[in-house]
Each structure stands twice: as C-alpha cells, then as structure tokens.
C-alpha cells in the first residue's frame, strides 16, 4: 500500500490561524499607509492642477480657472471642500464663471478617495475658485489648503498646500502649521 501525501485538517487550521494573527497584526499599519496615500495623491493633484492652470493662462494668453465642482461638468458657488471635484477651464471674459459656448474645459478631476476634507483650516474660508491672469499672476488667491484622510486616527496623514499669489504652489506636512 502507498502512503498518501498531503496536509491533515488539523495543520491546515493551525496554518489558518496563523495568517490571520499576523494579518490582524499588519492591518492597523497597512490602514495608516493607505490614508498617507490617499491625503498624498489628493494634495498632489490639486497642486497639479494649480501649476497646470498657471501655465496654461500664460500658454493662452488668457484666463484659466479652476472651480469647485460637485458634478464634474459645472462649478459650485457654494463654500466647502473642494474634494467632491473640480474643474479647470480657459476663462474667455475672466469673470471665473463657466460659461457655455465661450469657455473650454482642459481638465476635470473627480471625487478623490480616501480623503474627508480638502479645504482651507476655516472651511468657511474655503475659495470656491481659483482664477489666474494672461501672466500668470492669480487674482486674490493667496491661500492654503489642509488635505484630510477619511481616518481620523490618522492625524500625520494630513498635508498642507500652500498657493502663493504669484501662482506658485507648496507641499507641506502634517507638522508644518502655516505657509
């Protein structure tokens, strides 16, 4: 007779459980990564945006801005996080309105995920746009903007972006308070 070969239910349980401690060992870690992740790419793709915008008003020699967007195809007026969506568009008048027929839309940024709030520290301070001159100067948009994980227990993933009023735009980190 030949001996089969292969793992008892008893090994197999024992290896089961295992994996799962280790697994509930690595998860608060893995969660905290995940958030840093998240507050990163979202701060990454405003300040993208931001220097896109710039660039693109002194490539047209006209206004570009971006504006809050809760639908991705139309800005908001309202005050609040800007992590619902936004919008960068060639502003023809430079009255920083998307107005059909005459503006094109260059950019449109979805919902970011992972990240409950991106917005100035005083939400109701929040700009609901951001217009920039044909020289790439902004019109009154000297602010800065805190970038903030859905997990609130993950207080050192919260970045800082800083926009200058010339156009320039600054990552911070969580501990950097001011720009």
């Known amino acids: 007779m030949r001996k089969l070969q292969g793992f008892t239910l ?35 793709a405003m300040a993208d945006d ?42 023809y008048n430079g009255n920083g309105a998307l107005d059909a027929g005459s503006d094109t839309v260059l950019r449109v940024q979805q919902s970011v995920s992972g990240v409950s709030a991106l917005a100035h520290p005083t939400v109701s301070s929040t700009p609901v746009k951001a217009t920039f001159r044909p020289n790439g100067l902004g019109v009154a948009i000297n602010t800065s903007w805190v970038v903030t994980p859905i997990n609130s227990s993950a207080t050192n993933s919260t970045r800082l972006l800083c926009v200058s009023t010339n156009g320039r735009v600054a990552l911070r980190d969580a501990g950097d308070s001011s720009c």
């Open 10 to 44: 008893i090994e197999m349980l024992v290896v089961v459980a295992l994996v799962a401690i280790l697994a509930s060992l690595a998860a608060p870690g893995f969660n905290s990564m995940i958030a840093s992740r998240s507050v990163a790419s979202a701060a990454s």
């Open 50 to 91: 931001y220097r896109f915008a710039r660039s693109e008003a002194i490539k047209r020699g006209g206004y570009v801005t971006l504006c809050r967007s809760l639908d991705a195809a139309a800005c908001t007026t309202d005050v609040g996080s800007w992590h619902t969506g936004w919008l960068v568009f060639s502003d």
